[in-house]
């Protein structure tokens, strides 16, 4: 079975552009969840997307946004970029209803913004 | 409101010797516990889980950890530490019946040859 995956794993930005960021969750799995890591702050949580809704957001500014596709894909856009969105961007899927089971991880997106 | 408190930043411990790495939680219901590792420019990978089934659970690579609710604790150990063992490591507290998922900051643990 294969696991989440997230494109592209690498990537280098300037300020003020966007990027799109995506995540192909584990087969069958109707959750993806997404979180930005940085070495200040940790873990933070930005969004969970259920069956293409939106169940939960985390504290984040409106530049960052996402979306998931009806076969539970999901992308995250980050627009006006800013050199604190350097980060690593990982995504995770969870195949229980509601955020009970364990989440699968994908070995994320390192964005640098120049 | 929930909260998860991991009491260490780092830990570093010698190879052979026992890893323990805390874990305290704050959770107005029964909560779900994880400990997850991450190892450099990796994701997270689940090491255990407690979901209100036995107190004291096993995971992969040798660690347990053991729900204590009267201490509000979840913490990780492992008897012998490996070098492969030298991760971050993030304890989790999902609300069951809710959507958030809580992480802790993370424990760096360093083992020494």
């Known amino acids: 079975k294969a696991g989440v995956t997230q494109t592209p794993r690498y990537l280098i930005k300037t300020r003020g552009q966007q990027v799109t960021l995506s995540c192909s969750p584990i087969s069958g799995h109707r959750s993806v969840s997404w979180y930005q890591q940085t070495p200040g702050q940790g873990l933070q949580f930005l969004f969970e997307?259920?069956?293409?809704?939106?169940?939960n957001k985390g504290n984040f500014p409106g530049r960052f946004s996402g979306r998931q596709f009806s076969n539970s894909r999901s992308e995250m856009n980050v627009s006006t970029l800013e050199l604190g969105d350097s980060a690593l961007y990982l995504c995770?899927?969870?195949?229980?209803?509601?955020?009970?089971?364990?989440?699968?991880f994908g070995e994320g997106s390192r964005l640098t913004v120049l | 409101a929930q909260s998860v408190t991991q009491l260490d930043s780092h830990v570093s411990v010698s190879e052979g010797t026992p890893v323990l790495l805390r874990c305290n939680y704050s959770s107005s219901y029964s909560p779900s516990l994880f400990w997850y590792v991450q190892h450099p420019n990796k994701g997270l990978q689940l090491l255990l889980k407690y979901t209100s089934a036995a107190t004291l659970v096993k995971g992969i690579n040798g660690f347990e950890a053991e729900f204590k609710k009267s201490e509000t604790s979840f913490h990780l150990t492992k008897p012998s530490a490996h070098m492969s063992d030298a991760a971050e490591y993030f304890c989790v507290v999902i609300h069951t019946g809710g959507f958030k998922t809580i992480f802790g900051a993370g424990t760096r643990l360093f083992v020494k040859a």
């Open positions: 997307y259920f069956s293409e809704t939106q169940r």
């Open positions: 995770a899927s969870s195949g229980t209803e509601g955020s009970t089971g364990e989440l699968f």
